[in-house]
Structure formats: structure tokens, C-alpha cells
């Protein structure tokens, strides 16, 4: 169905395009909702004032029950330390391949993807750029610029499809991207089946990135396995639409 809408929202009647187009970002927020919803970043502990919450940590506040003990009194929660689990924050470029013909499925695709990224950018307090690519580089979204998540699913779902491919170009924004991140961790995923359409080699600019992950439709991902193998990437092939957020939460993994 989501296809189907996607490719609605192009209508040429006026009235019918503005319902759908009010309809579609809700239904792709919701899907991508319903996913593991997983956050993104490995967790750490880090030592807080046991008056603010957390595990208390035994070993770390042994000195000031001791110092306590030998006043004679108990300690306060203050002296004590405890322990809290912190998500670092993560930077993600998402990049969309909007060479060729942005059919429904393409569309609905990529919109799937802008919503599960954005959502668990906002949930593990990360920053997100998107970029829209065919043989130039687009920013949809710039790294920095809020734009809540129906907002980055309207964007996506107004791009309109063109010829070329260059992944270098991607490749190279991306890095552009994320080199203002203020993360530690800085991903960039890559929605594409990979094939080039240009003549220049994106090895190199894909290897210059900290992080790649691949996304290419299982129907077509042959060439998006061999490009993920020789850049060092992590690589999944997407069967189904319902299934894109698990597949995110996976390669996202630390």
C-alpha cells in the first residue's frame, strides 16, 4: 500500500494529491515506528552521585562508607557513587539514490528509511544529515539544521528521480556531512543497488568514510555486495518494505 501512496502523492489532481500527501508521512512514521526501534551507540556506565539515580557501585564508594563509618555515622547518597548507562551520541548521513525513475516502491523506500533514521537519531540524541544523490550530491537534510521527522519524510518523498549515478559524489558529501558532526561515532548509510553510471572510481571516497553501510534491494543486489566487499562495508539486501527498520537496527549495531 505504501508504494501505491508514495506514488499518489505525485497526483496531478490537486485535492486528491494534498490528502494523500497529509496521509503518507503518518503512515511511514508509524512503520518505522514499529520496528525494533533500536537506539544507536554501544551503551557505557558512567559514575554519577548515587543522589541522582542509577545502580549504586560498591567498589567506587567503599572509601565513604568507611570515611562515614568512622565519624559514626551513615553516609549520605551524595558521598556514594552509582552508576548510569550513557548512550554516546552518533552522527548518521543517510544517503539516497534518486538516479533513474523514483517509482513508488523507490520512494516509499527511501521515505522508510529517512523516518527510521531520523527517529532513532532523535531517540539516542544523534545528529542526521540526508543527501539526495544521481550524478550530483543534494543535501535534503544538512547535518545540523533541525527538521523533526515528518518533516525529513515530506522532503524525501518530494524528490524526484534523474538520470546518472555517482556514488563518489555521494560518498564525498557524505564525508562533507558529517565532518561538522560533534558525534564521536559517525555513520553514513547508503540506499542504493550501487551500480555506476559515471566514470569515477567511488573506492577511494567510500574508504575515506569511518562508517559505511549498505542498504540494496534484494531483487537487485549483486553489484551493491561486490562495491560493500571491496569498501569495507557492512552490507544488507532488503526483501520488503515492513522489514527496513530491522534491517537498520542490525547494520547499526556497535
Not at 497526483?11 to 508521512?25: C, F, G, H, N, S
Not at 512514521?29 to 552521585?49: F, M, T
Amino acid at each position: 500500500m505504501l508504494p501505491l501512496l508514495a506514488l499518489m502523492s505525485r497526483a496531478t489532481d490537486p485535492a486528491l494529491r494534498a490528502r494523500v500527501q497529509a496521509l503518507v508521512p503518518r503512515l511511514v512514521l508509524e512503520r518505522a515506528r514499529s520496528g525494533p526501534h533500536g537506539r544507536i551507540g554501544a551503551g557505557r556506565l558512567r559514575p554519577v552521585r548515587a543522589d541522582r539515580g542509577g545502580d549504586l557501585d560498591l567498589d567506587a564508594s567503599l572509601e565513604a562508607v568507611a570515611v562515614a563509618r568512622g565519624e559514626g555515622r551513615p553516609p549520605s547518597l551524595d558521598e556514594l557513587t552509582a552508576s548510569v548507562w550513557e548512550r554516546p551520541a552518533t552522527a548518521l548521513c543517510l544517503l539516497v539514490d534518486r538516479s533513474g525513475s523514483m517509482d513508488g516502491q523507490r520512494l516509499a523506500t527511501a521515505a522508510m528509511a529517512a523516518a527510521a533514521c531520523a527517529l532513532r537519531a532523535a531517540e539516542s540524541g544523534g545528529e542526521l544529515a540526508v543527501v539526495a544523490f544521481d550524478r550530483r550530491a543534494e543535501p535534503v537534510v544538512a547535518l545540523g539544521t533541525p527538521s523533526p521527522a515528518r518533516r525529513t519524510v515530506e522532503r524525501v518523498l518530494g524528490l524526484r528521480g534523474h538520470g546518472m549515478t555517482s556514488l563518489d559524489a555521494a560518498l564525498r558529501a557524505a564525508r562533507e556531512q558529517l565532518a561538522r558532526a560533534r558525534a564521536r561515532r559517525r555513520i553514513t548509510v547508503l540506499l542504493s543497488d550501487c551500480r555506476v553510471t559515471d566514470d569515477v572510481d567511488p573506492l577511494p571516497a567510500a574508504r575515506g568514510l569511518d562508517e559505511l553501510l549498505v542498504v540494496a534491494p534484494a531483487s537487485d543486489h549483486d553489484e551493491a555486495r561486490r562495491f560493500a566487499r571491496e569498501a569495507g562495508a557492512r552490507m544488507a539486501s532488503l526483501d520488503r518494505l515492513a522489514e527496513l527498520p530491522a534491517v537498520l537496527d542490525h547494520l547499526l549495531a556497535p
